[in-house]
């Protein structure tokens, strides 16, 4: 995690990712990004998605720490360093893997992935959304989209509904 001037990070992000690309550090820096997610404003009664950062004055930065990538962050302009550095001649800490993928699905770039324990023709309750409490089958398993369609009863009729894996356990 690279701190910035605040105000700069999208200004960082771009001359880091220049310096990456003039310099020929793409095989030890890989990727950049202003930790951001959207919200949705209400100005004089009109809609408005906006982009808000959620760690101000930081970048991320996906890299392999050596000498020559270290120095080409630490030297682009607008950083002020790297967070779990003591000093500005001392190596960063390393983020931990979930507190990576925290930040990733926050800003909707890693979605997390269900584990898919049922079968077809399984009966399953469903937990959440507008058929929740209602049991049915499982009639198809869509692993890549992570979807399940499952007959539900219904007014005394088999409906199909389509749901999320997270949407269903087991009876």
Same mark, same amino acid.
């Given at each position: 995690m690279? &701190?910035?001037?605040? =105000?700069?990070?999208?200004? !960082? ?10 310099? =020929?550090m793409?095989?030890?820096i890989?990727?950049?990004m ?20 959620f ?7 996906e ?19 790297f ?5 500005? =001649? ?9 507190e ?23 009966? !399953? ?14 009639? &198809? ?9 499952? &007959? ?20």
């Open positions: 690279v &701190h910035t001037y605040s =105000g700069y990070e999208n200004k !960082v992000k771009m001359n880091l990712e220049k310096r990456v690309e003039t310099m =020929g793409e095989d030890k890989f990727r950049v202003v930790p951001e997610d959207e919200e949705t404003e209400i100005k004089d009664g009109k809609k408005k998605v906006v982009k808000k950062k760690f101000p004055g930081y970048v991320l930065a890299m392999i720490m050596t000498d020559d990538s270290w120095y080409v962050v630490r030297n682009t302009p607008g950083v002020t360093g967070v779990g550095s003591s000093g500005s =001649g001392s190596k960063p800490t390393s983020l931990l893997p979930d990576v993928e925290t930040v990733l699905k926050r800003m909707g770039v890693a979605e997390p992935v269900i584990q898919l324990d049922f079968d077809l023709k399984e009966n !399953v309750r469903v937990t959440d959304g507008p058929f929740s409490d209602f049991t049915g089958t499982i009639e &198809h398993i869509d692993a890549d989209k992570q979807k399940v369609k499952v &007959h539900v009863n219904m007014f005394g009729r088999e409906t199909p509904v389509e749901l999320d894996f997270s949407q269903i356990q087991k009876l």
